[in-house]
Structure formats: structure tokens, C-alpha cells
């Protein structure tokens, strides 16, 4: 694969990028800002992307958007609403649907929860090759700030999948998810970055250590790596059969939700303990890569690496 953005790409990535630096919240006080949610809404409505996949953008196209969102902490719904389309060509999906997600733990078992709920009337989960569909219910507490879980209520047929359809489908779904980690991570970092190249000890920024210089050049490796291993993966998604996207986006998922969490972690210790106040943007990243992290989640057991 040519890991390099095509000018296009790149194109849709400096857009997403101005979309959420302009509209995403630039502090914990603005999650509770409604007026500027209902602009970001509106800004993300009218792009389009949430319908990327049935207008025929690839993989990578919806990895880029979803990267810039979660490092801009965009907090309106498209990975759900972007997951719902993708099932677009195997089921019925409307213009107000988001993904659901069966619960593993922590609620009753067998339920399903939609994710990305807001504004949504509709959620499609897919069990055993069958795209089931449901009416959006009730929110539910949710541990990030950014994006809304919900209850979803009796579910109906609404369309199915061959194993090829359902290996994209997953795979698909894990690459954006390992986006979001990827953007969450990043835009962490660069708090952090920012914070320890301003806040001054012993007449020095605290940057200016190795104490916290390095963890800070640590977290920049693991994101290089986390990009690479999600480049992989998006590509994938379209590139190469179903089964061998599916293991690149499982192992893109491992690696990015343990980077995106120590990352995120890094940038809570760099505040001090300003990075465990409520006001502090970092537990709003680390809230947000804990969520992404379990969403479609994969395990190194799932993975065949080829060693025996």
C-alpha cells in the first residue's frame, strides 16, 4: 500500500480539521454550550460525511474524518451515524440512524445500546449475519462527555449480510474506532505539549526537564505508530479480502487503545493536579479513549499472528 494521502485526502483532512478547531469545544465549560453544539451540528450536517461510505468514499476517507473529530473532541454524532451508512447497500437506514452495539457487561445482558444517539430515531445492530433495527430510546450515562449512548428498543429484520459484507463491516468499524483513539491520543498530546511549554518551575517551563520531556516524545512514538497501524487498516477495509482487513483492524484497535490510553493518561500527569480537576480538558481525552476503546472492542486472541 502507498501509506501517503492523496491531495483529495489531504483536502478533506485540513477540512475536518478547521471544522472541529473552529466548533469543537475548546473547554469542559463549552460541552455545556448549546448554542455552539447546535452550530457544530449544523456544520457537520451540511459536509455530508456522515453518508460518506454510500457516497463512495473509501475507508481511509472516514479513518481521516474521524481522527480530526476526536482530536477536536467534536461532540455531535459520526462515527454511529457513518457505521449506520455503511450497512446502507445490505439494510433499510434512514436519514436519522445510528450503530448499536450489544452489551458485553455492566448492563443486562442481551441488550443492545445505540451509540451516537443524539438526534437519532433509529439504531441497527448486526448479530450472526443479520442487520437487526430498533427505536432509540432513553439516554444512558455514558463515561464520555463528547458522545451519547441510548436505549434501544425491540428489535426487527431489517436487512442481512453475506461473511464478506459482515468481514468489511467489522473491519470497518474497528478502523474507526481506532481513528477516534488515533485523534483522541493526538489531541492530548498537544495539550499537554502545550501546557508543559508554558507552566513555569524553578524559573524553567516544566517542558524544559526530561522528567517531563520524555514521556511527552514517548506519546509522540506511540502515535507515529498509531498511525501507521491504522493507515493499514482503513486501507484494508477496501484493499485486501475480508478476512485479512478484519486481522489489520483488530490489530489497529490492540495498538491504538493501549497507546491512546497512555497517551491520554501521560497528559493527565503532565497538568499535575490541575489534570485531575474537573476543568481540565485532559479527563475529557482520556473519558473519550476509554469509550472508543470499548466500542468494538478486540483482543490479542483474536488475532492470528502466524506464529505457530
Given at each position: 500500500m502507498d501509506a501517503r494521502l492523496t491531495t483529495e485526502q489531504r483536502e478533506l483532512r485540513d477540512a475536518a480539521a478547521r471544522l472541529a478547531d473552529d466548533l469543537g469545544p475548546?473547554?469542559?465549560?463549552?460541552?455545556?454550550?448549546a448554542d455552539r453544539a447546535a452550530r457544530l451540528e449544523k456544520a457537520v450536517a451540511a459536509t455530508g460525511w456522515r453518508t460518506l461510505r454510500s457516497d463512495g468514499a473509501s475507508g481511509v476517507e472516514v479513518a481521516i474524518?474521524?481522527?480530526e473529530f476526536a482530536r477536536g473532541l467534536v461532540d455531535v454524532p459520526f462515527a454511529g451515524p457513518v457505521l449506520a451508512d455503511d450497512l446502507r447497500p445490505h439494510a433499510e437506514?434512514?436519514?436519522?440512524?445510528?450503530?448499536?452495539?450489544?452489551?458485553?457487561?455492566?448492563?443486562?445482558?442481551?441488550?443492545?445500546?445505540?451509540?451516537?444517539?443524539?438526534?437519532?430515531?433509529?439504531?441497527?445492530v448486526v448479530r450472526d449475519g443479520r442487520v437487526l433495527a430498533?427505536?432509540?430510546?432513553?439516554?444512558?450515562?455514558?463515561?464520555?462527555?463528547?458522545?451519547?449512548?441510548?436505549?434501544?428498543?425491540?428489535?426487527?429484520?431489517?436487512?442481512?449480510l453475506d461473511p464478506d459484507a459482515a468481514g468489511r463491516r467489522l473491519a470497518l468499524a474497528l478502523a474507526v474506532t481506532s481513528a477516534?483513539?488515533?485523534?483522541?491520543?493526538?489531541?492530548?498530546?498537544?495539550?499537554?505539549?502545550?501546557?508543559?511549554?508554558?507552566?513555569?518551575?524553578?524559573?524553567k517551563a516544566i517542558g524544559s526537564y526530561q522528567a517531563v520531556a520524555h514521556p511527552l516524545a514517548e506519546g509522540r512514538a506511540l502515535i507515529e505508530g498509531s498511525v501507521s497501524?491504522?493507515?493499514?487498516?482503513?486501507?484494508?477495509?477496501?484493499?485486501?479480502?475480508a478476512d485479512e482487513a478484519l486481522r489489520a483492524a483488530r490489530i489497529a484497535k490492540v495498538y491504538c487503545a493501549r497507546a491512546a490510553r497512555a497517551v491520554c493518561e501521560t497528559a493527565v500527569q503532565v497538568h499535575g493536579g490541575i489534570g485531575n480537576t474537573?476543568?481540565?480538558?485532559?479527563?475529557?481525552?482520556?473519558?473519550?479513549?476509554?469509550?472508543?476503546?470499548?466500542?468494538?472492542?478486540?483482543?490479542?486472541?483474536?488475532?492470528?499472528?502466524g506464529l505457530s
Amino acid at each position: 500500500m502507498d501509506a501517503r494521502l492523496t491531495t483529495e485526502q489531504r483536502e478533506l483532512r485540513d477540512a475536518a480539521a478547521r471544522l472541529a478547531d473552529d466548533l469543537g469545544p475548546g473547554s469542559v465549560q463549552d460541552l455545556a454550550d448549546a448554542d455552539r453544539a447546535a452550530r457544530l451540528e449544523k456544520a457537520v450536517a451540511a459536509t455530508g460525511w456522515r453518508t460518506l461510505r454510500s457516497d463512495g468514499a473509501s475507508g481511509v476517507e472516514v479513518a481521516i474524518v474521524a481522527e480530526e473529530f476526536a482530536r477536536g473532541l467534536v461532540d455531535v454524532p459520526f462515527a454511529g451515524p457513518v457505521l449506520a451508512d455503511d450497512l446502507r447497500p445490505h439494510a433499510e437506514v434512514g436519514d436519522a440512524c445510528t450503530i448499536a452495539v450489544d452489551v458485553a457487561a455492566g448492563r443486562a445482558a442481551g441488550t443492545v445500546e445505540a451509540v451516537d444517539a443524539a438526534g437519532a430515531g433509529r439504531a441497527l445492530v448486526v448479530r450472526d449475519g443479520r442487520v437487526l433495527a430498533g427505536l432509540v430510546g432513553a439516554v444512558l450515562p455514558e463515561t464520555d462527555l463528547t458522545r451519547r449512548a441510548a436505549e434501544v428498543g425491540a428489535l426487527e429484520p431489517a436487512g442481512a449480510l453475506d461473511p464478506d459484507a459482515a468481514g468489511r463491516r467489522l473491519a470497518l468499524a474497528l478502523a474507526v474506532t481506532s481513528a477516534d483513539l488515533v485523534g483522541a491520543a493526538r489531541g492530548a498530546l498537544a495539550l499537554a505539549v502545550g501546557y508543559a511549554g508554558v507552566r513555569e518551575q524553578y524559573g524553567k517551563a516544566i517542558g524544559s526537564y526530561q522528567a517531563v520531556a520524555h514521556p511527552l516524545a514517548e506519546g509522540r512514538a506511540l502515535i507515529e505508530g498509531s498511525v501507521s497501524v491504522l493507515r493499514h487498516a482503513a486501507w484494508a477495509v477496501d484493499e485486501l479480502t475480508a478476512d485479512e482487513a478484519l486481522r489489520a483492524a483488530r490489530i489497529a484497535k490492540v495498538y491504538c487503545a493501549r497507546a491512546a490510553r497512555a497517551v491520554c493518561e501521560t497528559a493527565v500527569q503532565v497538568h499535575g493536579g490541575i489534570g485531575n480537576t474537573w476543568e481540565c480538558l485532559a479527563h475529557v481525552y482520556l473519558r473519550r479513549a476509554l469509550a472508543s476503546a470499548e466500542l468494538f472492542p478486540a483482543r490479542l486472541e483474536e488475532i492470528d499472528l502466524g506464529l505457530s
